[in-house]
């Protein structure tokens, strides 16, 4: 194959960069998609179950890395907290050596865990993000006369670039959504442990939190909604100017063209700005809450470490903790933003 490649870059007068080691076999689900497009269902609901069924075992792979690396990392505040306490319990001794050996093969683990997801989690991406536009290219092939009927070159041009890449974001943020309920859920359990007002304050801020992006979700929705379809249209004029460009020409409409294009771009960007605040009231919610949690918890942390209810190492394991919740936090925030969008995509693809 890569043979094949570089005849071909030959050909065309191209020198293509000397390539690494390559893998002999990938497993399955990291494979390059091959073989007939998929049979992707004409509604928008079934159309997803069954492209994310297409990726499970990625998905599923994806989800255990991604875990590996989130509860790793939710374990790092945990084991610096005990260290802490062991070095100025015991000073340099066996307990400090066991603490610091743990507290390194978390570190370890992360590294690996991150590393790992990097790979699978892209792999979902591209599984979703080629996935459906293999078959929406070859349903508008196969039924040409049909869809100049029912639907504009540049709506199917959007859908097969602009939509399927929302799919594939939203699909690769599915496995890290997961693993970060996993950690956000280990961070309260050894909060409570320690304190129960504290652990607290992240068993009752979270949902509160989450509930509050879903009411954002639908009007984000809505105007993401809009944006496309002006997107869909802007894409529609160019493509029909590429196609009669020589009559346009020969009859001396581009002046007709350019105002219906400038036209069109002003709607489009008008459709943008309205999505805009919606999308920097998450970005606001994002940055704002986990700074919310850290101070309540350092605050609430100070008062039961002067009423010796608390080590200091304890302390700062806690406040890890809250530096933490940060990253879920935002991808939940991105989450909402990203799959609204998805979910517009897939009732145009669909």
Do not use: C
């Given at each position: ?32 998609l ?18 994310l ?11 255990l ?7 790793a ?9 005990h260290?802490l ?5 015991f ?12 507290f ?13 997801a ?11 993000a080629v ?10 092939s196969?039924?040409?006369r049909?869809f100049k009927?029912a639907?504009?070159?540049?709506d ?9 890449h ?14 970060s ?14 304190s129960?007002s504290?652990g607290?304050i ?52 581009e ?6 294009y ?13 999505v805009?605040?919606t999308?920097?009231l ?17 605050a609430q ?10 080590s ?18 935002w ?13 517009v ?6």
């Amino acid at each position: 194959m890569k043979r094949t490649y570089e005849e071909i870059a030959s050909r065309a007068g191209v020198n293509l960069p000397p390539l690494g080691p390559l893998p002999g076999r990938w497993p399955r689900p990291l494979r390059t998609l091959k073989g007939p497009a998929w049979p992707l269902p004409a509604r928008p609901g079934p159309f997803l179950k069954m492209l994310l069924a297409r990726r499970r075992g990625a998905l599923v792979l994806a989800t255990l890395t991604s875990g590996l690396g989130a509860l790793a990392s939710a374990l790092i505040s945990w084991a610096m907290g005990h260290t802490l306490d062991a070095a100025l319990a015991f000073g340099l001794s066996l307990q400090l050596a066991e603490w610091t050996g743990l507290f390194l093969l978390i570190i370890l683990l992360v590294a690996i865990g991150d590393s790992l997801a990097q790979l699978t989690e892209i792999s979902a991406w591209m599984g979703s993000a080629v996935g459906a536009p293999r078959t929406l290219s070859e349903r508008t092939s196969d039924r040409a006369r049909s869809f100049k009927r029912a639907s504009s070159a540049g709506d199917i041009l959007t859908a097969v670039n602009a939509d399927a890449h929302a799919l594939g974001r939203a699909t690769a943020l599915i496995p890290e959504l997961l693993a970060s309920a996993a950690a956000v859920v280990l961070v309260a359990v050894l909060m409570l442990r320690v304190s129960v007002s504290l652990g607290l304050i992240v068993i009752i801020g979270m949902p509160l939190l989450f509930a509050l992006l879903l009411l954002i979700a639908k009007p984000l929705e809505q105007r993401q909604s809009a944006f496309r379809a002006e997107q869909g249209e802007l894409t529609s004029i160019s493509t029909d100017a590429v196609q009669g460009l020589r009559i346009l020409r020969g009859i001396g409409g581009e002046t007709t063209y350019t105002r219906a294009y400038r036209a069109q771009s002003a709607r489009v960007r008008a459709a943008g700005i309205r999505v805009a605040p919606t999308v920097s009231l998450l970005a606001a919610i994002r940055s704002a809450a986990p700074m919310l949690f850290s101070v309540l918890v350092v605050a609430q942390g100070a008062v039961l470490v002067s009423e010796a209810r608390m080590s200091v190492g304890q302390l700062l394991a806690f406040y890890g903790y809250t530096v933490y919740l940060r990253h879920p936090v935002w991808l939940l925030g991105e989450s909402v933003e990203h799959m609204t969008r998805a979910w517009v995509g897939a009732k145009r693809a669909a």
